[in-house]
């Protein structure tokens, strides 16, 4: 790195804007022949930086202490080795003048013990009196540096230049829930530094889902169970604040517009979330999902079936449907529907999504990933040219729309694996929603389409545990001659006698996973009952 570079980098971690991770991933990827206005501007850009004038101050005094030929009295760039080195060679040869021992001393960056020589003197800057005292690693820390946005592609001419950048808070210290009653939130770094300790928290302590709204009482979810974390509603201001203190100018311009907004938010490794903004009556509102990081198996997350399903997951076309009301895993079981194939297949996958939950690792599979906002503008546009992009399968986040569908019902036609999900309830709701969204003229064309090109309709529903927790209940349709012919003739209500006669195919009503659960005893009669359709079943569980 050029000198000026050093200089604003050295005084940016003095300042605590910066700590020795963020200078690792800048050493390996920016240009090693930036200037100092170059990263001034990123770190700008993409509010590295919260405090401008602060930012425009170090600038100053970078280039001004370039200009003067003076060196940093560290290299904020040097890796741990060199900086070891550096201490054990200044050791050997016994410096004795204080320029000499100004290259032994180490970075003084956060959390780090050096036993240093005798003060040594370098430039003094107008801030001095102003920089804040630095904390030992027991304390809370201090300012967050924030992460870049996530659909920054390039920095410089090096892509993804700052996307593995973490806060500048120490993570073991965020396993508490911090309090929202307690909390100053009076800025943007205060509320993003809040924030960003409650979603770790939330991650280390299981919570799913994180919620912050204008008017009411911070709440955690955790296996399916509404738990409070503050006994005081949040004011309009604050929950401004905090639902939009990690919004990129472009997407805070984006929420501006529409009012509503999905992104995913890295905090560090294995640190990933889904984040829902909207506005409502009394201000805006948040909801954060915490993704896990492991990408775990069928088995793992419960289902029975898995060898049929991942015999639906062997063809080379058709349409595979994953169905179930909002927060009932679909993502998940998305996720590892597509790690299956990752692993079994040697195919290009495209996945659309909104946002980009689970990041895969191309393995046996090229897997290529798009997000809607981001990379597209919408499933339609990112479907129509995916068709273009030579890939054996496609998976479409949400079908939602007439577009959407009518486009992934044509590709599943036309030689491609097509995997989607849509909120419905069970394989008959999952059918009628697919086909009565098209004009009356079309519905023949389309059921006949869709009769063909059916692969099989993955159903699902999570239910609390009788002693905590959470269980999978699961219902299952594999297109057979019998099902071709119910959807071409519009008989979707025999669906559910078709599913019941093929057990041996591995084929399960919902009802029958949930009496399952309850007889096994992993549910109380109460969550069955209130989950059953059938009254029959309904009447053999006692009051």
């Known amino acids: 790195m050029t000198n000026d570079v050093q200089w604003l980098t050295h005084l940016l971690v003095e300042s605590s804007i910066l700590n020795p991770k963020h200078c690792q991933i800048l050493r390996s990827r920016l240009p090693k022949d930036i200037d100092a ?47 070891a080195a550096a201490v054990q060679t200044a050791t050997q040869t016994q410096p004795s003048s204080d320029a000499s021992r100004a290259v032994a001393t180490t970075p003084r960056f956060e959390n780090e013990t050096v036993a240093k020589p005798a003060p040594v003197a370098r430039p003094s800057t107008p801030l001095e009196t102003k920089r804040p005292a630095m904390q030992p690693k027991s304390e809370p820390a201090r300012q967050t540096v924030r992460n870049p946005p996530a659909d920054v592609r390039s920095v410089g001419s090096s892509p993804s230049a700052l996307s593995d950048a973490t806060p500048a808070f120490d993570r073991p210290h965020a396993a508490a829930m911090p309090s929202f009653d307690a909390a100053t939130i009076d800025s943007e770094p205060a509320a993003r530094n809040l924030l960003a300790q409650a979603l770790l928290a939330c991650q280390r302590q299981g919570i799913s889902d994180l919620h912050l709204s204008a008017g009411s009482r911070p709440f955690g979810r955790k296996d399916r169970q509404i738990a409070y974390l503050g006994s005081a509603p949040l004011s309009a201001a604050k929950a401004d604040l905090l639902n939009k203190s990690f919004l990129s100018p472009r997407k805070r311009q984006a929420f501006e517009e529409s009012r509503d907004l999905d992104y995913a938010l890295e905090l560090g490794p294995g640190a990933r979330f889904r984040i829902n903004v909207m506005q409502h009556k ?6 954060y999902r915490v993704v896990t990081e492991r990408i775990r198996s069928l088995a793992e997350l419960g289902f029975e079936a898995t060898g049929q ?17 909002a927060g009932s895993g679909k993502s998940t079981t998305l996720a590892a529907l597509v790690d299956y ?49 030579d890939p054996d399968i496609i998976v479409i986040g949400e079908m939602r729309d007439l577009q959407t569908i009518e486009m992934a019902i044509s590709a599943s036609e036309t030689g491609h694996l097509v995997i989607g999900t849509m909120h419905t309830s069970d394989a008959s709701t999952t059918l009628n929603r697919l086909l009565d969204v098209f004009p009356a003229a079309q519905q023949q064309q389309i059921r006949a389409m869709v009769s063909e090109s059916l692969r099989g309709i993955i159903c699902q529903r999570l239910l609390p545990g009788r002693n905590g927790g959470t269980h999978l209940a699961a219902e299952l349709l594999i297109s057979n001659v019998a099902v071709k012919n119910l959807i071409r003739e519009s008989k979707i209500e025999g669906l559910s006698n078709v599913i019941e006669t093929g057990a041996s195919q591995g084929m399960i009503l919902m009802d029958k996973s949930i009496m399952k659960l309850w007889q096994s005893g992993a549910i109380s009669g109460s969550v069955a009952r209130a989950n059953l359709v059938s009254e029959m079943l309904k009447a053999q569980i006692p009051a």
């Open 309 to 325: 399903i991942e015999k639906l997951l062997d063809y080379h076309n058709g349409l595979v449907l994953l169905t179930g009301p």
């Open 282 to 287: 009394d201000g805006v509102a948040g909801t």
């Open 37 to 83: 206005r170059e990263f001034s501007e990123i770190l700008q850009d993409y509010d590295l930086c919260p405090d401008k004038e602060l930012l425009k101050s170090l600038l100053e005094q970078a280039l001004q202490q370039d200009r003067a030929g003076v060196k940093p009295p560290c290299n904020p760039f040097a890796t741990e080795e060199e900086r």
């Open 341 to 389: 194939m990752n692993e079994h297949r040697t195919d290009h996958i495209i996945s659309v999504e909104q946002p980009i939950e689970f990041v895969h690792r191309s393995r046996q599979c090229q897997i290529t990933q798009r997000e809607v906002g981001s990379h597209t503008q919408t499933f339609h546009s990112a479907l129509k040219g995916a068709l273009r992009q």
